[in-house]
T-cell receptor, first 111, second 119 residues
Framework: KQEVTQIPAALSVPEGENLVLNCSFT??????LQWFRQDPGKGLTSLLL?????REQTSGRLNASLDKSSGRSTLYIAASQPGDSATYLC??????????FGSGTRLLVRP | NAGVTQTPKFQVLKTGQSMTLQCAQD?????MYWYRQDPGMGLRLIYY???????DKGEVPNGYNVSRLNKREFSLRLESAAPSQTSVYFC??????????????????FGDGTRLSIL
């Protein structure tokens, strides 16, 4: 059974710092990996989607990498801002085309 | 440009009551999903509909039923609510991949959720 783990569960950093969020999964048979952002009381917003054949995706200050063989992904946020404060969720699409989510990392960027 | 719309946003039920959560999308997506999110946990798939006319069980389907009314609408029904079903429910939609065409994967778009409390 696919399991997705995110470390750390919570992170607090000062504004301007570069940071890395980690995601690991137990079964490398995935179609893609997605990173989402969730603001309090809101739904999820897709940030980056990495196909299984890709190694990384970039969008603005965000860069996500995927290493299928080791079952790991990282989300790199450059020059963090208070507006980046949110919960970040990682999800993998498994062999039956379902998304399996991690429990998220709560990020607080302090001004 | 509404995206995915869920109604209601909040609901309080008594144990044993029934209710239907509504979801509609205006992006012409063929696939729709229902998830629940409990405190400190990620989202868990309840049911999904890969295309109009089909529905399949997800990870936690017990106690729920779904209806894919048409391409736009996908409802979730609790026939006899239980306190364990207190949660935040999210509906999502996407364009499902064509079999064998992995590069057509598209991200899922989510509604803002329905916060359901069962007393």
């Amino acid at each position: 059974k696919q399991e997705v783990t995110q470390i750390p569960a919570a992170l607090s950093v000062p504004e301007g710092e570069n940071l890395v969020l980690n995601c690991s999964f137990t079964d490398s048979a995935i179609y893609n990996l997605q990173w989402f952002r969730q603001d309090p009381g809101k739904g999820l917003t897709s940030l980056l989607l990495i196909q299984s054949s890709q190694r990384e995706q970039t969008s603005g200050r965000l860069n996500a990498s995927l290493d299928k063989s080791s079952g790991r992904s990282t989300l790199y946020i450059a020059a963090s801002q208070p507006g980046d404060s949110a919960t970040y969720l990682c999800a993998v699409m498994d062999s039956s085309y379902k998304l399996i989510f991690g429990s998220g990392t709560r990020l607080l960027v302090r001004p | 440009n509404a995206g995915v719309t869920q109604t209601p946003k909040f609901q309080v039920l008594k144990t044993g009551q029934s209710m239907t959560l509504q979801c509609a999308q205006d992006m012409n997506h063929n696939s729709m999903y229902w998830y629940r999110q409990d405190p400190g946990m990620g989202l868990r798939l309840i049911y999904y509909s890969a295309s109009e006319g089909t529905t399949d069980k997800g990870e936690v389907p017990n106690g729920y039923n779904v209806s894919r009314l048409n391409k736009r609408e996908f409802s979730l029904r609790l026939e006899s609510a239980a306190p364990s079903q207190t949660s935040v429910y999210f509906c999502a939609s996407s364009n499902h991949i064509a079999l064998g065409d992995f590069n057509s994967n598209q991200p899922q778009h989510f509604g803002d959720g329905t916060r359901l409390s069962i007393l």
